[in-house]
């Protein structure tokens, strides 16, 4: 559902008229433009809030290339919706940067709304024509593999999929590249948060309503599944979701037909449906907060994502991918040291990629075009290194680490046997302050001095041992020797 307002360049009354009659039916608002030299003397020649242009065939065609510089000229051009019975005209052929839709006349309800999703979906940086693929979620560790893989074998397919996975993991991403390699790849992609939605209000945003159908529905309102009709439709938040709509969403999964409120007209849809969740569905079920037959509706393909601190591998991509996704290429581009690097790959993420893009946002603001170091960070990613001594990072020779034990804490695992090498670490934590204080700089690294040759003295010198007692990679290791001047 279109929640901006678009442009309307029409210098006919009656056609102006009735498409904005059309588009206030639809909920949307428009503002009426008679030729660009209005559009530039207006307050609206700020189109931040605004999704797109509607004009007919016979307007674009006359404007030209005046409209295409016009719209050039902005920080981001807006979608241009040609209304017309033959086609885009031919300046759309010469102006590929900038997003053409073409609407046939006459102008029918639905396919304007499907239309305005897609024009949203550009100004949202989703792509343009379907097959670009640009919400393919970055990363080539092990644990993203296996999710491109399943998600290149159901994206096909009309199952109904669950996606999985601790907030920020990037589950929305998900969502839209299974739909973008679907064959629904050409209709709209509509996202609902259920748990944004009050209770009360979301049967209504889901199925619409007709007018009068309760205190404040004013005019008949399609819903979201009639919005995303042959396309797919993303329920995120599922387990957030009330037990009574939870009843109402087993319906269409089953009937593929719903009523909107207020009105007991049956309406079919043809709608694929992706939820996802961060919640334990498995525990909701068990204290009745989710219905059990619903889970096994929307279970039928699961779809797990790895949390950020399990594909640390994949760091130096995301960085590189979301650097240029924020759009900081134009002279603010940043990099990172090895010194920034290791602090980001010792950091548990507990935001996972959402927490990765902030700080990558907040970094390309304050140090703009610049090269990252470690102090530069702020100080809970500076300050990673010494959780990880003190709490995270246990020496024992005679374990080999898990994958998940190497980068998640697991306060309620069964502990490994204690060294007198853990027992150190730990006193010194706990140890008292000097009266006339202490170089806190200097004690860590002798702590750190400490444990390195410890571990090669377990490791019987090797480099590689050391590094996995120690839980981190080779050739980090290699660079503290190196700064410290130890030997192996």
Not at 75 to 83: F, S
Not at 263 to 286: E, F, G
Request: include cysteine.
């Amino acid at each position: 559902m279109v929640e901006a307002k678009v442009i309307v360049i029409e210098p006919s009354d009656l056609e102006a008229s009735a498409l904005q009659a059309l588009l206030h039916f639809l909920d949307i608002e428009s503002v009426l433009i008679r030729d660009l030299a209005e559009w530039r003397a207006s307050a609206h020649g700020n189109t931040s809030e605004c999704v797109a242009v509607i004009a007919r065939r016979e307007t674009v065609t006359a404007l030209g290339a005046e409209l295409v510089t016009h719209l050039r000229a902005m920080r981001q051009p807006l979608p241009v919706i040609c209304i017309s019975a033959e086609g885009l005209p031919k300046i759309a052929e010469t102006s590929s940067d900038v997003a053409w839709f073409h609407l046939e006349t006459p102008v029918k309800q639905r396919r304007l709304s499907a239309v305005l999703n897609q024009a949203q979906n550009v100004r949202s940086g989703h792509p343009t024509q379907p097959g670009t693929h640009r919400f393919r979620p970055s990363g080539a560790s092990k644990a993203m593999r296996a999710v491109h893989r399943l998600i290149e074998q159901v994206a096909p397919f009309d199952t109904n999929v669950l996606i999985l996975g601790e907030s920020g993991t990037g589950k929305e991403m998900v969502a839209r590249h299974i739909h973008e390699l679907s064959g629904r790849a050409a209709h709209p992609f509509v996202p609902v948060n259920c748990g944004a939605i009050p209770a009360d209000l979301l049967e209504s945003e889901l199925f619409g309503h007709e007018k009068g159908a309760f205190t404040g529905a004013l005019s008949t309102r399609l819903g979201r599944f009639e919005f995303a009709e042959g396309g797919t439709l993303f329920l995120d938040e599922i387990g957030d979701m009330s037990l009574q709509m939870q009843v109402k969403l087993l319906r269409v999964l089953q009937e593929r037909s719903f009523e909107r409120v207020g009105s007991n007209k049956t309406i079919r849809c043809n709608v694929r449906i992706i939820a996802a969740t961060h919640r334990d569905l498995d525990a909701a079920i068990i204290a009745g907060r989710f219905r059990e037959d619903l889970y096994y509706r929307l279970n039928v393909f699961p779809l797990q994502m790895p949390p950020l601190r399990e594909r640390l591998d994949d760091l130096p991509v995301l960085i590189e991918h979301l650097v240029q996704r924020q759009g900081h290429s134009a002279g603010r581009a940043i990099q990172f040291d090895q010194s920034a690097m290791n602090c980001l790959a010792r950091n548990r993420w507990p935001g996972n990629v959402r927490e990765l893009a902030n700080l990558l946002e907040r970094l390309a603001i304050l140090f703009p075009a610049q090269s990252i170091t470690a102090a530069d960070l702020p100080d809970r990613y500076r300050s990673s290194a010494g959780v990880w001594l003190g709490s995270e990072v246990r020496i024992d020779a005679r374990s080999e680490p898990s994958a998940e034990a190497v980068h998640t804490h697991q306060p309620d695992a069964e502990p490994v046997q204690e060294r007198e090498s853990d027992a150190v670490v730990y006193e010194m934590m706990d140890a008292e302050l000097p009266r006339g204080g202490i170089d806190l700089k200097d004690h860590m690294s002798a702590i750190e001095i400490g444990l390195i040759r410890k571990a090669l003295e377990e490791a019987d010198g090797t480099v590689a041992g050391a590094a996995r007692l120690l839980r981190i990679r080779r050739t980090t290791l290699v660079e503290k020797l190196r700064k410290y001047r130890l030997s192996a």
